[in-house]
């Protein structure tokens, strides 16, 4: 079972930055795809970025390219998402997850291909 374990949140104003990680259980090699996902209030959970571990290549939502960059540490099973230029509608709760198999899909992550889920750290942009 693989465990994730979100960190960073907070909050900060307009044109902040902050930094999130994820922390995964078993080496990043196991999973083939780590996301980012958010959810606003009274939003649907939608895909920020991704990152296919062991290989690199990353992948990102229209809405944050430019600003968001996904990186992986795999000496130390960390994912980290850095968020540049934040924006009020980046207010929202951040979840990170896991696919094994497959690959990435382009752009923004899918959420029905991811099987396991951190518990999510909040993020409050205020202006």
């Known amino acids: 079972q693989v465990q994730l374990v979100e960190s960073g949140g907070g909050s900060v104003q307009v044109g902040g930055s902050l930094r999130l990680s994820c922390t995964i259980s078993e080496s990043p090699y196991s999973t083939n795809c780590v996301g980012w996902f958010r959810q606003g209030p009274g939003r649907e959970r939608v895909g920020v970025a991704a990152?296919?571990?062991?290989?690199?290549?990353?992948f990102y939502a229209d809405s944050v390219k430019g600003r968001f960059t996904i990186s992986e540490d795999n000496n130390n099973n960390t994912v980290y998402l850095r968020m540049d230029a934040l924006k009020p509608e980046d207010t929202a709760m951040y979840y990170c997850a896991a696919r094994r198999g497959g690959y990435c899909n382009s752009g923004a992550p899918l959420r029905h291909l991811y099987s396991y889920w951190g518990q999510g750290t909040q993020v409050t942009v205020s202006s």
């Open positions: 990152v296919y571990t062991g290989e690199g290549n990353t």
